[in-house]
């Protein structure tokens, strides 16, 4: 983030105090005068180039060459002195020492600007904006502020290469910005610079960070890492990217645990506080937005804290940083995973970092720190510091990673292209024809009066080729949008490598952008076999749903198992989905599996429904043929034999009618199960009735001459039987025409289990039959009852109350248990109460009859049954 503007206008009063200095001037109250030529403004403090060299052309270069600084004394007493820049950095030195040899190739060659050459003016920015600012009004003089005084004229410089960080790079492009002067940046990827009206001036060879952030949030979503922690600093460059990484990862699955930024002027208790919120968070991965010379004082302090375990994703910015290669940095940053810009080759490289050494420059202050920080020894007696004088035997060897890694240049190479795409507007400009120019007036520009504002209208148009690459801007000034997936590995030496395992291509179709070598990886803890987990709550596995907690972000969850009926087949869902309506969801509510069929059958159940009905049809058989063998006993013959075969018929339909209700129920079994038991219950009732009537006549008919029992002969009592009956066929008809019953799947008693039942077609027709039955019983029942004192040691009349009691207390107590019974017990219910009922109907009416035939021979006469026995 860039400083807040009440503290850059104290920093611009305090760089304007400490720069310049104007001679007072006599100046009359009322008049004015202008200055003379030898009263212009002078520096107050000497501010040299890092290297210069002269050309026709003269192209600046800002780079942060040290990543601290120390601000002056700010008390106004005195003059402050310079901003003093501690830390310095040898991979900024390099990218200095690869715009050199850019500049000396281009000078060299016969094709590109012939008969022409590149001058240079590089400063240090000390990564710092107030330095930079300072560099960048520097840069705008000619090649040694002594020859060219500030605020003399018009600037030579037509081009500047830099900055690196993205807050250096708005205040030097806001500086440069009044002289049309055009700026390409390295490695500043801030969003904020596609603003064209702020930034009309700026190009950069490195892409936007809008790729940058859709890339690391593609990359949090591809490792499922929802919980994540993001260190920023405080800078444009961290802000911007911050924002643009929270917007894409809107209405994903991954979540911000903690937003802190480091101070842009560090400060240890600051620091700590940040690393405590680390050590707190259940984040274990840590999204960093920042550059190095933020990152360098922080990961010494967060080593200092012996903090393991953490998964770092790094910005661009930081994450080939040969300054944490280290092998003290591997325990803390292994396995570190970033994207980095895009790397190229150059060609002689490596020859040329080692002709800089101090028998070449001797004196050179970056020269001497570059062998301080590469041998912690001063290679110049006289340049006062705490090092060790060095024995002048130093040789640059490949294990100065941090200067000397030239395998795979990647900042550097984009220095090496932004020098290339400056030579190669120039000479398109300088190519330029009269009459077709693309100016006001159809003029060109002339070799001795080039302006920035034409070479900048020249890069907006310049494509070109670079080893296979292709470099142009477009109209916002970005580049090609491509990143590297870097990895921190232990190299063989201990120290950490920069190993590429991916790449974000930002042209491809969406979903295609982001390629992952994923064998590859080294991850935090060395190790490659598990990915680090980073989430607020445990992934939901298949079979449950995710429940958000109230008052927290949606990846704090609980996992709530589905429903019965319900399934998730994947992680983390948010809903359970219902199953089809003939499926049920298995043990673990992760798929859907056919629901179990149930109806009556012949199992545990159905068995011995089947065993008791046989039996009853058996032992009615039984009787009957015991009573068909004696039907001239007296009796057979006085409880009129033809009646008491018929109800013995009818009880056998009855035991066997309970049959139809075990079984698969299908269309004929369903008509069947309810018309054929309540005919068949009809036709007994209706002999018993039949029956019931004619002991009633038999015994009321006392007086001489009373013909009562003519009324009841055979013949009437078959009509008795048959109108009877035909009531109930005729209920049973009609309700076989109208709604007859038919097989139903019940999934709503037992929604996991299918239950094939019977439905009734018509409920008022099942009541009415079973009303039918039971207003047969009643009507018998009051006749017995009348009949049950009359004469006789036999006396049927009391046998058919008995039997009636036992018919109706069964079937009343069929009617709340047919009505609650659930599925397929309905079935079973109706099935033993017709057994019951016909097994109470059965020994109450023929087991007193089949003990006098079959073990009282000697009663079975008509005067013990009358009651006439002699004593």
């Known amino acids: 983030m860039t400083i807040s503007m009440p503290l850059l206008a104290l920093f611009s009063l305090i760089f304007y105090v400490s720069v310049l200095s104007f001679t007072p001037l006599p100046v009359s109250r009322y008049t004015s005068t202008a200055p003379t030529a030898a009263e212009d403004c002078v520096l107050r403090n000497s501010f040299q180039p890092a290297f210069v060299a002269e050309g026709d052309f003269i192209i600046g270069g800002i780079f942060p060459l040290h990543y601290n600084q120390e601000m002056p004394d700010q008390n106004y007493t005195y003059t402050p002195p310079p901003v003093k820049c501690n830390g310095f950095d040898p991979r900024a030195f390099r990218w200095v020492q690869t715009m050199r040899p850019a500049v000396e190739e281009i000078n060299e060659s016969t094709q590109l600007l012939p008969n022409h050459t590149l001058g240079y003016k590089i400063f240090d920015s000390c990564a710092y904006p107030l330095t930079g600012q300072r560099a960048a009004l520097a840069v705008l003089n000619g090649l040694s502020e002594a020859d060219s005084p500030m605020c003399s004229g018009a600037s030579p410089m037509l081009a500047v290469i830099g900055e690196s960080g993205s807050a250096q790079s708005i205040v030097v492009s806001r500086l440069l910005r009044p002289f049309r002067i055009p700026m390409i940046s390295y490695f500043s990827s801030c969003a904020c610079f596609t603003d064209r009206r702020q930034y009309p001036t700026f190009f950069r060879v490195i892409p936007n960070d809008d790729y940058q952030v859709k890339a690391i949030a593609q990359l949090l979503q591809h490792f499922n890492w929802t919980w994540v922690g993001l260190i920023r600093g405080d800078h444009e460059y961290g802000r911007f990217a911050v924002q643009g990484l929270l917007r894409e990862l809107q209405g994903s699955s991954v979540c911000v645990a903690y937003q802190e930024m480091i101070p842009l002027l560090y400060n240890t208790q600051r620091a700590l506080e940040i690393m405590q919120v680390m050590r707190r968070s259940l984040a274990k991965v840590v999204v960093v937005f920042s550059a190095e010379g933020e990152m360098t004082p922080f990961l ?85 510091n705490p090092f060790p004088v060095c024995s002048g035997q130093e040789v640059l060897l490949k294990q100065h990673s941090a200067y000397m890694n030239t395998s795979s240049p990647r900042v550097a190479y984009n220095v090496y292209k932004a020098v290339y795409a400056v030579a190669h507007s120039l000479h398109n400009l300088l190519l330029c024809q009269p009459g077709n120019g693309p100016f006001e007036n159809d003029s060109c520009a002339q070799s001795n009066k ?65 390629v992952i070598q994923e064998e590859r990886i080294m991850w935090a803890g060395h190790q490659s076999e598990q990915v680090p987990g980073s989430v607020c709550s445990p992934s939901c596995p298949p079979g449950s749903r995710k429940a958000v907690r109230r008052g927290e972000p949606v990846c704090c969850f609980d996992c709530v198992p589905c429903d019965s009926g319900k399934i998730s087949n994947q992680t983390n869902s948010v809903e359970c989905i219902f199953c089809p309506e003939d499926f049920w969801s298995n043990q673990d509510r992760t798929s859907c599996i056919p629901k179990k069929v149930e109806f009556l059958a012949y199992d545990a159940l159905g068995i011995p429904l089947t065993v008791i009905s ?68 009809s036709l007994c009732i209706s002999c018993i009735l039949g029956k019931t009537l004619v002991v009633l006549a038999a015994f009321t008919a006392t007086r001489p001459g009373d013909n009562i029992m003519k009324w009841f002969g055979p013949k009437q009592q078959r009509a008795i039987i048959f109108s009877c009956t035909l009531v109930q066929v005729v209920i049973c008809a009609a309700w076989l025409i109208d709604a007859p019953p038919y097989p139903i799947r019940n999934t709503k008693y037992e929604r996991s289990k299918i239950i094939l039942e019977c439905s009734v077609g018509s409920s008022l027709a099942f009541w009415c039959v079973l009303g039918y039955i039971g207003l047969q019983a009643c009507l018998c029942f009051v006749l017995a009852f009348l009949a049950r004192k009359l004469p006789g040691n036999f006396n049927e009349a009391k046998y058919i109350t008995f039997s009636m009691l036992i018919f109706s207390a069964v079937w009343l107590a069929f009617v709340p248990a047919y009505i609650s019974a659930p599925g397929n017990y309905a079935g079973a219910v109706e099935s033993f109460a017709i057994l019951a009922s016909s097994f109470g109907l059965l020994f109450c009416l023929f087991a007193p009859k089949c003990y006098i035939i079959l073990l009282k021979p000697e009663k079975n006469t008509k005067q013990h049954l009358m009651g006439k026995e002699k004593r």
Request: glycine fraction near 10%.
């Open 450 to 514: 080039i302006l920035p504002w034409q070479l900048q209208y020249y890069l907006q148009e310049v494509k070109f080729d670079m080893a296979g690459e292709e470099v142009n801007f477009d109209l916002k000034g970005d580049s090609v949008p491509y990143y590297d997936i870097i990895n921190w590995q232990r190299g063989t030496t201990g120290s950490i490598e920069f190993v590429n395992v991916g790449l974000f291509d930002g042209t491809k179709p969406g979903g295609e952008e982001l």
């Open 300 to 384: 010494r302090d967060y080593m200092k804290q012996n903090i393991t375990g953490i998964q770092w994703v790094a910005s661009e910015a930081w994450v080939t940083a040969s300054v944490f290669t280290g092998r003290e940095f591997y325990p803390y940053l292994g396995g570190t995973i970033g994207f980095g810009v895009r790397k190229g080759h150059i060609a002689q490289l490596s020859d040329y970092l080692q002709t800089v050494n101090p028998q070449r420059y001797p004196n050179n202050v970056l020269v001497g720190e570059l062998w301080e920080a590469l041998y912690g020894c001063s290679p110049f007696p006289s340049y006062a």
């Open 614 to 681: 046989v039996v009853g049809a058996s032992l009615t058989i039984g009787v009957f043929v015991v009573f068909f063998y004696h039907r001239s006993t007296a009796v057979v013959r006085v409880n009129n034999s033809e009646l008491s075969f018929f109800i013995l018929l009818a009880l056998t339909l009855c035991f066997l009618c309970s049959l139809v209700f075990i079984g698969e129920p299908t269309v004929w079994s369903c008509m069947l199960r309810h018309t054929a038991f309540s005919i068949t219950f």
